[in-house]
């Protein structure tokens, strides 16, 4: 009998062990719930680079910066966080390069629990309330960051927001190690803002003046301009902050002003996304509708590809 209930034991204590090791609820949960592990984040940079070439249209630029910036960060030991600012007219591909990002980064892109988008004119509207923007701004950051080292957050029409506001995220994105127990090294801020378009287009415009091909402009070429233009623009949101100050914007990043031929490619591939056969007649017709300049030359498109869904549904 004694050794009976021994055995028993063993067997109990066997037992526990077991359900310890593989708690079957639990890991059922963590298979459909999003979590912080590599399941559900993780980056994926041929997916990146094939993205960046087959749906970002007339940005050389932009493609290969964001590229190399985001390839490099999460493949090393960052010793702050990646700060991208993006500038460029409205429809050159800003919030959908943030897209391609997120897509590569986490399994449900911009869907992820993990990616946090702010729009100035929405989560910041008035100017009087700056102190309690501040306060709920830097309780969310570090809130989300301690829940997931990898948060990107995504901060739109930066041209709208108050660079006070702007100065309050400024110790997330600096190089401390950590920050009240919490370390933001891991973590993304992309900043989206037209601030800055009118500097580009003057650049790109004085290259198709040269006779230069746009894939010849460099980087060079446009971010010394690019970042004294947003530095002293007061309507710029990042006129005279510290991120500028402080150089901890790691990269300002010029998206182009786009040509005839880039609002096809954009048109085309819209019908593909569709599920459509792409029809280079319609691509066209949709193209030759939007406004181009210099007047007499009709070369850079004004609005970009942001209105190519609405015009293409007149057409299918």
């Excluded at 003057?202 to 003046?209: A, G, V």
Aim: proline content about 4%.
């Amino acid at each position: 009998m004694e050794t009976t209930f021994k055995t028993l034991l063993v067997y109990l204590f066997i037992a526990n062990l077991v359900v310890n090791a593989f708690d079957p609820f639990s890991t059922i949960y963590s298979y459909f719930h999003e979590s912080c592990d590599p399941k559900w984040v993780q980056f994926n940079a041929t997916g990146l680079q094939a993205d960046l070439k087959s749906q970002l249209f007339g940005q050389h630029l932009a493609s290969r910066i964001i590229l190399k910036a985001v390839t490099g960060f999460m493949n090393n030991n960052p010793q702050k966080p990646l700060v991208l600012s993006l500038h460029g007219w409205t429809g050159t591909g800003k919030n959908f390069a943030s897209k391609l990002i997120a897509n590569n980064i986490y399994k449900e892109g911009m869907d992820s629990s993990f990616v946090h988008l702010f729009v100035s004119g929405l989560h910041f509207p008035d100017n009087d309330k700056v102190e309690t923007y501040k306060s709920q701004l830097q309780h969310w950051i570090r809130g989300h960051v301690t829940n997931c080292a990898h948060s990107m957050f995504i901060f739109d029409e930066m041209d709208k927001m108050h660079p006070g506001l702007i100065d309050s995220i400024k110790p997330f994105l600096d190089y401390y190690d950590k920050l009240d127990g919490v370390s933001y090294r891991k973590a993304i801020f992309i900043f989206l803002s037209n601030a800055g378009g009118e500097s580009i287009t003057h650049t790109t415009l004085d290259f198709w003046k040269s006779g230069k091909d746009r894939e010849e402009l460099e980087l060079e070429d446009v971010e010394i301009p690019l970042s004294l233009s947003v530095f002293n623009n007061k309507n710029s949101g990042l006129w005279h902050t510290c991120l500028i100050d402080k150089n901890l914007v790691d990269f300002f990043v010029p998206f182009l002003p786009l040509e005839f031929r880039h609002v096809v490619q954009c048109a085309m591939a819209e019908m593909k996304a569709r599920g459509l056969s792409p029809d280079p007649d319609v691509a066209y017709k949709v193209a030759s509708e939007f406004i181009y300049f210099p007047k007499a030359d009709q070369v850079f498109s004004i609005k970009g590809c942001k209105t190519i869904k609405s015009k293409l549904d007149y057409y299918i």
